[in-house]
């Protein structure tokens, strides 16, 4: 356990004295955004399988083109396969990226393409918002690649822990996680029913990169579930 504590201290860069700014334009894009992706995750789990579906693949079906390639390849590659990894089914929704860069653009240009390919948002009551799902954010470009998430979650985070493409809305710099702040910050929507999974890779992931929105950043929470 002192070992992990050390990892997270390595990004704990101030203390708690410190607060999440943001302006009015970055609110209102938020917002807009939220919405679209509430409705889009909506129709892309709408005849889901919680039993036996993929949750690897329900919430990846944008897989955008980088350098000539798709983001994400599915399933453990016969030469990526070691003795420890027979003794577990990854399944063909196991998910990593081609093109791993670690790049902030990168982040920036992949949301831009996820945003391209959804429906307008349907009006939605922001009130309800805790009845529907919860927003997380996530720390981008630190990840140790151990697979513990991916697994625990069923596959629903990819194996370097970020979550599916098609829960992405925003992306913030210098968003402070409780202690620390995180260079670029990747907020997702999580629906309801997919809470738990998210919580299973929250629970296992060491460098601690994962925060739920309604409770790192109350007042702004609040402020956007009163809006009208």
């Known amino acids: ?47 889901f399988d919680f039993t036996n579906g993929k949750y690897g693949l329900v919430f990846r079906q944008t897989n955008p083109i980088i350098n000539g390639i798709p983001m994400y390849k599915f399933g453990k590659q016969s030469d990526e396969i070691t003795r420890l990894d027979l003794a577990f089914d990854f399944g063909e ?17 992949l949301l831009g393409e996820a945003i391209k390919a959804r429906t307008s ?3 939605i009551d922001l009130s309800e918002l805790d009845k529907l799902g919860r927003i997380i954010s996530f720390q981008t470009c630190v990840t140790t690649h151990d697979g513990a998430p ?18 992405w809305f925003y992306l913030k710099r210098n968003y402070l996680h409780s202690e620390h702040r995180c260079d670029q910050s990747l907020f997702c929507w999580i629906p309801k029913k997919f809470e738990a999974v998210m919580q299973q890779a929250i629970d296992v992931e060491i460098v601690d990169s994962y925060r739920w929105f309604d409770e790192n950043n109350k007042d702004i929470y609040e402020q956007i579930k009163n809006s009208r």
């Open 1 to 47: 356990m002192d070992f992990f504590k050390n990892i997270k201290s390595i990004f704990s860069l101030e203390g708690n004295s410190s607060r999440n700014i943001w302006s009015e334009n970055e609110l209102l894009d938020f917002q807009n955004n939220l919405l679209q992706v509430i409705t889009w995750t909506d129709q892309l789990s709408k005849n």
């Open 150 to 167: 991916i697994v625990e979650s069923k596959n629903f985070v990819d194996e370097a822990d970020v979550p599916p493409i098609d829960t």
């Open 93 to 109: 929704d196991y998910s990593s990226w081609n093109n791993w860069d670690y790049s902030f653009e990168g982040y920036d240009f």
């Open 121 to 123: 948002n349907r009006n």
